[in-house]
T-cell receptor
Framework: SAVISQKPSRDICQRGTSLTIQCQVD?????MFWYRQQPGQSLTLIAT?????????ESGFVIDKFPISRPNLTFSTLTVSNMSPEDSSIYLC?????????????FGPGTRLTVT | DAKTTQPTSMDCAEGRAANLPCNHS???????VYWYRQIHSQGPQYIIH???NNETNEMASLIITEDRKSSTLILPHATLRDTAVYYC??????????????FGKGTKLSVIP
């Protein structure tokens, strides 16, 4: 299974600032995703990070607020822009494992963001 | 993707089998049943998946009813480390385009000493 790392693991930020979260995978993958988990809630998909093209955003999420980069098949970044306390969440990167036939997804450890 | 229904919480004695049910009565013929779990403060972990046959791996067994409208995840000998939120997700399989996982609220399993 793919090994995924995220940086930073946690951060405390002031409102109005931006934070960029990095996701690194130990193998080349086609599909990478970014999820958000608000306190006490389940995971919600933000967007699919596409290599070489713009990310595909889910309803309720926009590029201006959550710009995503995917420069190659092992790396992606998610920026949380102009943060407010409502952005306090865990942000998770996941990848699709296409080496077998099952196409399961694997998740990184998450980035715990607190906005004050 | 089809919607799933799971109990909010369950308790299980350590060393006993934990049986976690999931209803997915609107599942389509090309949709698989996936199970993930999330231990506190960690990212979700893939457990097992299946289409219509029962499946077993080193972590768990998955029993899917013949009509595919429900399934049960079985942890044969629960340990304290199995305490987590367990998510049952129905999703189209490989090659079908959308690989998105839609997470519901899951079942919070507490393994009790």
């Amino acid at each position: 299974s793919a090994v995924i790392s995220q940086k930073p693991s946690r951060d405390i930020c002031q409102r109005g600032t931006s934070l960029t979260i990095q996701c690194q995978v130990d193998s080349q993958v086609t599909m990478m995703f970014w999820y958000r988990q608000q306190p006490g809630q389940s995971l919600t998909l933000i967007a699919t990070a596409n290599q070489g093209s713009e990310a595909t955003y889910e309803s309720g999420f926009v590029i201006d607020k959550f710009p995503i980069s995917r420069p190659n098949l092992t790396f992606s970044t998610l920026t949380v822009s102009n943060m407010s306390p409502e952005d306090s969440s865990i942000y998770l990167c996941s990848v699709q494992d296409e080496t077998g036939s099952s196409y399961e997804q694997y998740f990184g450890p998450g980035t715990r963001l607190t906005v004050t | 993707d089809a919607k799933t229904t799971q109990p909010t919480s369950m308790d299980c004695a350590e060393g006993r089998a934990a049986n976690l049910p999931c209803n997915h009565s609107t599942i389509s013929g090309n949709e698989y049943v996936y199970w993930y779990r999330q231990i506190h403060s960690q990212g979700p972990q893939y457990i097992i998946h299946g289409l219509k046959n029962n499946e077993t791996n080193e972590m768990a067994s998955l029993i899917i009813t013949e009509d595919r409208k429900s399934s049960t995840l079985i942890l044969p000998h629960a340990t304290l480390r199995d305490t987590a939120v367990y998510y049952c997700i129905v999703r189209v399989g490989a090659g079908a385009g959308s690989y998105q996982l839609t997470f519901g609220k899951g079942t919070k399993l507490s393994v009790i000493p």
